[in-house]
């Protein structure tokens, strides 16, 4: 972090609060950061240190307060600006954090950092086009820099520009030879060939010493990725359950949590009733929501949906997450005023990125909160995907959710709990509320095409178009694993899949038979 020095506060104060930060002594530097600032209420240094110190510890509210301060006492301060734009797309607030990105900019044109977190930011609003020309800025101004390549190269792959995707991995991997993430995702982003010298450079470097842990789950992805593909079943798996291990331990994950939060919804929404009559359409786009155990064909479904004029895809939205976890449910009896704020938050989010007649929401594990959206939205549509148990879990194990969120999907044992509780937690929704789920499965849905896309838009009381059964030419954003399967007709038979890898999946397997 920058230091900025201040003539009335001392150099040793400044040298030792930088010191604490550097060491990661959070607490420490907080706590002597305040009792500084009672006395020096108007030093940007110490504003900014005490935000950059809340963020670390994800206590971003008071992130945010603090970088408003700094940018408040010198409205030129770049880097309160910068913070200020990371903490606030890291709140999910991507609007503002876009307009924070830009101050740091104009005040400082050649910040390259910026352009890139602009272009994740706009990545992640879906903004692919705008995004692009961000990172290519960013590269403008640091041509030598790896990781501007790696995230170009994924804006590349979700708006289906495949081999240039490839070709920016590619060139990550040039500029940074041990550059693990973008290894994983070259792998991740076409079939690898036998002849491809990717696979040497995998081999040479995930045997070197001293790797990081997360460097190393990349790479035991990336090369289990590459051996599924050239037919060396028996090796690629072993490179996945070490990759799983490794990611499992890092993020500390137990089972029992889930189990308790499943639980807890249960209980609130069992004897829960909330009058909430159908409202007369609000002047934004209905939702549809799609749920259902990640990789179970969501982004197939949606892909098939957004084909049609009347609807937009909106991909994997955090607004209904964001929304529910302003009150606090878990601890309090659900009220309708709960319900409201609920509706009002995700509605308010809704409108600024779409005005089409309906936009779909795919966040595959929005499926936990059926409750919530039954109360909040009764004109919603849910869509509920369900695909064969062994494939979605396998389909789970072997991929690596980098990002976070799907913490159950590193261990074999830990998919097959949290899909049973899935299941169970399915069919207290369907007894909930009678009628209001739409169950489609993916496997019918891969096998006839027309007749199950016909049922689906019947549900939704839209008019037939061709167009849907033409999914693969869609050219929206796709910001998920599956980005490159939508790419391509339907394919059937994939369900099938981890039936060759049998021998080495006995775990998910006899645990799957288990009542």
């Not at 790797?211 to 090796?235: R, V």
């Not at 959710?401 to 937690?425: C, H, M, P």
């Amino acid at each position: 972090m920058k230091q900025n020095r201040e003539k009335n506060i001392s150099k040793d104060k400044i040298e030792n609060l930088t010191f604490l930060f550097n060491q990661g002594k959070l607490l420490e530097l907080i706590k002597e950061a305040k009792q500084l600032i009672l006395k020096y209420p108007d030093s940007i240094f110490l504003w900014n240190i005490l935000g950059a110190s809340n963020a670390r510890l994800k206590k971003l509210n008071e992130s945010e307060k603090c970088f408003y301060t700094s940018i408040k006492l010198n409205p030129n301060f770049i880097e309160g600006h910068y913070n200020l734009g990371k903490t606030q797309k890291e709140l999910g607030k991507l609007t503002e954090a876009i307009l924070s990105y830009k101050k740091a900019i104009e005040i400082k044109p050649d910040y390259a950092e910026a352009y890139n977190n602009l272009g994740n930011t706009q990545k992640e609003l879906g903004k692919l086009t705008e995004a692009i020309l961000s990172y290519k800025k960013a590269i403008e101004i640091k041509p030598d820099f790896a990781e501007f390549y790696n995230e170009i190269g994924g804006a590349q792959i979700e708006l289906g520009k495949i081999s240039e995707g490839i070709s920016s991995y590619k060139k990550a991997i040039e500029i940074k030879p041990d550059f693990a993430e973008a290894y994983n995702n070259y792998t991740d982003s076409g079939k690898i060939q036998i002849n491809d010298p990717i696979l040497l450079k995998l081999d040479k470097l995930i045997n070197k010493k001293n790797l990081s842990e997360k460097d190393s789950t990349y790479l035991f992805f990336a090369m289990g990725k590459a051996q599924l593909d050239i037919g060396n079943s028996e090796k690629a798996l072993q490179l996945i359950n070490t990759g799983n291990s490794l990611r499992k331990k890092e993020l500390k994950y137990k089972i029992q949590k889930s189990k308790d939060i499943f639980n807890k919804i249960e209980n609130n929404f069992k004897e829960l009733n909330i009058k909430n009559e159908k409202t007369s359409p609000d002047s934004i786009s209905q939702p549809i929501f799609i749920v259902g155990m990640p990789r179970s064909g969501t982004t197939l479904v949606e892909q098939i949906l957004s084909s049609h004029s009347a609807i937009y895809g909106a991909g994997e939205l955090n607004f209904l997450d964001n929304a529910i976890n302003l009150i606090d449910w878990q601890n309090n009896k659900i009220q309708k005023k709960d319900i409201m704020e609920i509706r009002k938050n995700y509605i308010n989010e809704l409108k600024k990125i779409s005005k089409s007649t309906y936009t779909t929401d795919k966040m595959p594990l929005n499926f936990r909160w059926i409750g919530f959206i039954a109360y909040a939205f009764p004109n919603a549509k849910i869509i509920h995907v369900k695909r064969d148990a062994m494939a979605t879990c396998w389909s789970n194990y072997k991929t690596n959710f980098s990002k976070g969120g799907l913490a159950f999907a590193f261990d074999q044992i830990d998919i097959v709990e949290y899909y049973k509780l899935y299941e169970n937690l399915m069919d207290f929704w369907q007894k909930k509320f009678p009628g209001k789920i739409y169950e489609l499965n993916y496997d019918k849905l891969t096998e006839n095409q027309e007749l199950e896309s016909r049922k689906m838009f019947n549900y939704l009381g839209l008019k037939w178009e061709n167009s849907v059964l033409e999914f693969h030419n869609n050219n929206r954003v796709v910001q998920t694993a599956s980005n490159i399967q939508v790419r391509k007709k339907m394919y059937k038979g994939s369900s099938q899949q981890w039936k060759k890898y049998k021998s080495w999946l006995q775990p998910m397997l006899n645990n799957l038979k288990k009542n």
